[in-house]
Structures are given as structure tokens and as C-alpha cells.
């Protein structure tokens, strides 16, 4: 049995990976274009008027709901594609961000994916504002309690003022 980290010391995947790769994509397909068939049925199925305003109301809201789920089916369905094509280029399973190999278990879980997890974790990092190391002072601020430290001194939270806010 191979360990789980042998991935990293690779170049490629064997053919047979990759065939692997591809038969959980395809099935992966199949489902969501069930899914999407069931969804558009669903959602233009029943249009009988309704003669109550908020059953009307409701109906609506039901056909926008599965809609937005269909939309949704379709958007992977497009990562799918994506993800196929590329065992045309011999570009599956490679990070494009970075150019290296997925690791497989993300590969066999989400086999349209297309970028490694450590790429994708730094991009929403750098998202959310985080890409850069914090600084640290001497008082830390959280939420208008300045903590004031210096050695020996107590770590007693001192409530900001209006005032103190401001300035």
C-alpha cells in the first residue's frame, strides 16, 4: 500500500490515476445533469395559475429557488467540462495557480477542481485581507478594549471612551 504523501514526489499521474480521475468525473457528470434535468422540470412542471394571490406568491418562490439550483448545476456542469477537457491537453490535475500536482484525495472528491488546497487557502487569505502577517503592539484592540501590557503591569481590559475612540 502506497502512502498518502507519495503524491508529492511525483511529476504526473500514471495513466491509470488519471483514468480513475476520469470515470469520477464522468459519473460525477451523470448525476449533475440528473440533477438539472430534475430541477428545470421541476421548476416549469406545474404553472397552473393559482386563484390565491399569496399561493401565487409561494409558487414563485418555490420556481426561484429551484431555478437558482439549477443555475447552480449548470455552473458546475461548466467546471466539469473544463475539467475533462483538460485530459485532452494533459493538464489534469495540475494546480493553476501554481503548475503543481493536486493532491489526489482532493482530486477524488472534487475531481473538477482546479487548484491545489494550500493555492486556494492562500487566495481567499488574500481575500479576506489576511495575505499579509499581522503586525503586533504592545496594546492589542479588540473591540474598543484596549488591553495594556508592559511588564509586571496587570492585563486588566480599560474600557475606550467616545473620546478615547477618536482620537
Known sequence: MAKQDDWMDKDEYSSE?????????????????????????????????????????????????????ADKETKLLRLIDKAVKKFETGDYGFCEGTGDLINPARLRLRPWTRYSIDYKEDQERAKKGYAKPRERSDDISIHNTTFEGGEGESQAPKELGLKDQIS
Open 17 to 69: 490515476e488519471l483514468e480513475e480521475f476520469k470515470a469520477i468525473l464522468l459519473a460525477e457528470k451523470a448525476k449533475v445533469l440528473e440533477r438539472l434535468r430534475n430541477r428545470v422540470s421541476e421548476a416549469v412542471g406545474d404553472s397552473n395559475p393559482m386563484p390565491d394571490e399569496s399561493d401565487q406568491a409561494q409558487q414563485l418562490t418555490e420556481q426561484a429557488f429551484v431555478l437558482r439550483l
